[in-house]
Structure formats: structure tokens, C-alpha cells
């Protein structure tokens, strides 16, 4: 059982389109997160939300919007995409923020390219 | 702001050489540390962390690192590489916070291991 899984893996869109790339946990997590890879593989936080609530939100450009509907799902939704979204977006999920036993989980990645 | 260094950007050794890859971080606080693993295309994986207790941290793969606390570092060690431990290496810090904690990435360490 993949433990954090994101899909699409793949995604190859035209400037300006609106995408979405979904998240699911099976871990039993309260918290949730999205992180950029860039092309030089540079990674950074973009969010978190802890049992559906957002409570980091890194200097995003507001065309990224996360939504989660519950705390076993995070999904990123991405309008008006620019060719500087092209990126790795994974996902991750760990528990309760406070918990010394804290690790993050990586999902897959979603390898996005805005053409 | 807290951050984390990774010295080397790419580094290239042959089969049964040792590996010691260099991390030092930014933080006044308590931190966790972590160094992750991504292998070609693939997604990242937990290589070893340290939370408190023995610094010397042993992990997966026959990989170990140690949190010297004076130096800020936690440098990645492998007596003896194999091909197969060609991948990125992240070293990350993690700070717990009350309202969230995330994970700041060093830049990478591009290690090729030569058959």
C-alpha cells in the first residue's frame, strides 16, 4: 500500500490553464503538506495544514490554492499557470505537529511541465 | 531564519570508496534532523534521523550520520559505496512549532557512484 500518493505523476500543460494535482494519506495523519522542487532540485515547503486547517503558507503566489477536504486529502489546484510553475510538487504528510516522533512522508512527486 | 548547507553539490566516487557528505545548519533552538534520499526519478525516502539521545545516528543502507552540536553540522557517512547509491542526498532540519513545523531542505548533494 503506497503509504502518500499524488496524482497525476505526470502533467504537461499549456500556459495559462487551470490544473490540480490531488493527494491522499492512508497513514492516519493530521497533517499534510505540499513542497516545490525546482529544476536546480532545490526543495521548499509551499503549505501545510494540520486536520484541514492551513497554518503554513510560504509566500505562494495566490494562483496556488490548496483545499483539503478532509485531513486524509490535500489537493493543489493551480490557476493561470506560468512557465515558472514547472516543478516537482510533492506531497507529504506526518502527525501531529507537536509529536516528538515526528517524520515527514514524501508522496511520489508530480512532475509538472508548463509548455 | 533557519537554514540548512549542504557544502558539496556533486560528488563523484567509485565503488567501495567512502562517502562523507557535509551538513550544517542555521538554528538557535532545538532541531531535528534528517537526511533524505532520492534516487533517479523517484520519490524522496528517509535515510536517518536524530532527535535527541546518541548522536551518532545509524539508518538504512548501511548509512550513518552524527549531530555535532557545537559545529551545527550532521554529516552523512557510508564506509563503502556501491553503485547503487547513486541519488540526491537532502539533509533537512525541522523545528517544532507550536502552530506547525516544516521542513527546511538543504540545497542537494548529487552523489554518482562509478561501477
Known amino acids: 500500500d503506497t503509504a502518500v500518493s499524488q496524482t497525476p505523476k505526470y502533467l504537461v500543460t499549456q500556459m495559462g490553464n487551470d490544473k490540480s494535482i490531488k493527494c491522499e494519506q492512508n497513514?492516519?495523519?493530521?497533517?499534510m503538506y505540499w513542497y516545490k522542487q525546482d529544476s536546480k532540485k532545490f526543495l521548499k515547503i509551499m503549505f501545510s495544514y494540520n486536520n484541514k486547517e492551513l497554518i503554513i503558507n510560504e509566500t505562494v503566489p495566490n494562483r496556488f490554492s490548496p483545499k483539503s477536504p478532509d485531513k486524509a486529502h490535500l489537493n493543489l489546484h493551480i490557476n493561470s499557470l506560468e512557465l515558472g510553475d514547472s516543478a516537482v510538487y510533492f506531497c507529504a504528510s506526518s502527525q501531529d505537529p507537536g509529536s516528538p516522533g515526528n517524520t515527514i512522508y514524501f508522496g511520489e512527486g508530480s512532475w509538472l511541465t508548463v509548455v | 531564519a533557519q537554514s540548512v548547507s549542504q557544502h558539496n553539490h556533486h560528488v563523484i566516487l567509485s565503488e567501495a570508496a567512502s562517502l562523507e557528505l557535509g551538513c550544517n545548519y542555521s538554528y538557535g533552538g532545538t532541531v531535528n534532523l534528517f537526511w533524505y534520499v532520492q534516487y533517479p526519478g523517484q520519490h524522496l525516502q528517509l535515510l536517518l534521523k536524530?532527535?535527541?539521545?546518541?548522536?551518532l545516528v545509524k539508518g538504512i543502507k548501511g548509512f550513518e550520520a552524527e549531530f555535532i552540536k557545537s559545529k551545527f553540522s550532521f554529516n552523512l557517512r557510508k564506509p563503502s559505496v556501491q553503485w547503487s547509491d547513486t541519488a540526491e542526498y537532502f539533509c533537512?532540519?525541522?523545528?517544532?512549532?507550536?502552530?506547525?513545523?516544516?521542513?527546511?531542505f538543504g540545497g542537494g548533494t548529487r552523489v554518482l557512484v562509478k561501477p
Open positions: 536524530y532527535f535527541s539521545g546518541d548522536p
Open positions: 533537512a532540519l525541522n523545528m517544532i512549532k507550536a502552530a506547525g513545523n516544516k521542513l527546511t
Open positions: 497513514l492516519g495523519h493530521d497533517t
